[in-house]
């Protein structure tokens, strides 16, 4: 089992910058990737982006490209998401997510945090 813990969630007004971190603990060996994902109110979750944990491949969603940056910490077994020039629509519960696989699907995952919350006022 791969047990995952989010934090770095908040308050921050349109324009403001946050940075979320995932730990990662229990068997981190068997993952080869990581992912963040985001669930609005009423809305289903949706991708986010995903970095590979060997060959450090990053993709990202449409709608956070060039405003957020995955990286992580192989040492640390810790996954990062720094957020830029938020909008309130970026509003939304952040869950990290690890598997064997990579994917932007929530269902390609096994792993999952419980979320952090991160609200943009306008």
């Known amino acids: 089992q791969v047990q995952l813990v989010e934090s770095g969630g908040g308050l921050v007004q349109a324009g403001g910058s946050l940075r979320l971190s995932c730990a990662a603990s229990g068997r981190t060996f068997r993952i080869d990737s990581m992912a963040w994902f985001r669930q609005a109110p009423g809305k289903e979750r949706e991708f986010v982006a995903v970095?590979?944990?060997?060959?450090?491949?990053?993709d990202y969603a449409d709608s956070v490209k060039s405003r957020f940056n995955i990286s992580r910490d192989n040492a640390k077994d810790a996954l990062y998401l720094q957020m830029n020039n938020l909008r309130p629509e970026d509003t939304a519960v952040y869950y990290c997510a690890a598997d064997d696989r990579v994917g932007r699907r929530p269902s390609e995952y096994r792993y999952w945090g419980q979320g952090t919350q991160v609200t943009v006022s306008s």
């Open positions: 970095i590979t944990w060997i060959g450090r491949s990053t």
